[in-house]
C-alpha cells in the first residue's frame, strides 16, 4: 500500500469511531435521564404514601404534623417531562397540601391567643386534610399507572 492509503483509512478510522462514540453518548444520556425521572416519580410516589398516611384518621388534638413538600421542592422541574394529566394531578395535590401546612401554622401562631372554641384548629385541619387527601390519592394512582408503564 502506499502511504497516502494508510492515511486515509486511518482517517476513516477516527471518524467513524468518533461517530460511533457520539451515539454511544447520546443513548447513555437518554437512559440517564430516563432513570432520574423514574427515581423523582418514586421519590414523589413515595412522599404521596407518607402524606396519605398522616391524612388516614383524625388527628389527635395537639398531634398535628405538616405534610412533606421536600421531594416535590426537589423535583418539580423535572415533572414537565410527565403527562399532563399527571402534572395537573401534582400541582393539585401539593396546593391543597400548602393549605393544610397554612391550617398549622395559622393554628401554632394563632391557635393560643384567639377563641375560636375547643378544637377548632383540630376540626379545620382535618377538613383541610380530607380534601387534599382526595388530590393526593389521585396524584397516586397517576404515578403508580406512570411507573407501570415505564416497567
Given at each position: 500500500m502506499i502511504w497516502w492509503?494508510?492515511?486515509?483509512?486511518?482517517?476513516?478510522?477516527?471518524?467513524?469511531g468518533y461517530w460511533l462514540s457520539k451515539l454511544g453518548a447520546k443513548a447513555e444520556r437518554v437512559a440517564a435521564e430516563r432513570r432520574q425521572l423514574r427515581d423523582a416519580v418514586e421519590g414523589l410516589l413515595t412522599?404521596?404514601?407518607a402524606n396519605l398516611k398522616l391524612t388516614e384518621k383524625d388527628p389527635e388534638p395537639g398531634l398535628l404534623l405538616p405534610l412533606a413538600k421536600d421531594m416535590?421542592?426537589?423535583?418539580?422541574?423535572k415533572t414537565f417531562k410527565l403527562s399532563l394529566e399527571i402534572q395537573e394531578s401534582l400541582n393539585q395535590a401539593y396546593s391543597s397540601i400548602d393549605n393544610v401546612n397554612a391550617v398549622l401554622?395559622?393554628?401554632?401562631?394563632?391557635?393560643?391567643?384567639q377563641n375560636y372554641g375547643p378544637g377548632a384548629w383540630d376540626r379545620r385541619y382535618g377538613d383541610?386534610?380530607?380534601?387534599?387527601?382526595?388530590?393526593?390519592?389521585?396524584?397516586?394512582?397517576?404515578?403508580?399507572?406512570?411507573?407501570?408503564?415505564?416497567?
Open positions: 492509503q494508510y492515511l486515509i483509512i486511518s482517517l476513516a478510522s477516527i471518524a467513524v412522599e404521596m404514601y416535590w421542592n426537589i423535583h418539580k422541574g401554622g395559622s393554628m401554632n401562631a394563632y391557635g393560643g391567643r383541610e386534610a380530607k380534601k387534599a387527601r382526595v388530590h393526593m390519592e389521585k396524584a397516586r394512582d397517576c404515578l403508580e399507572e406512570w411507573l407501570k408503564e415505564q416497567k
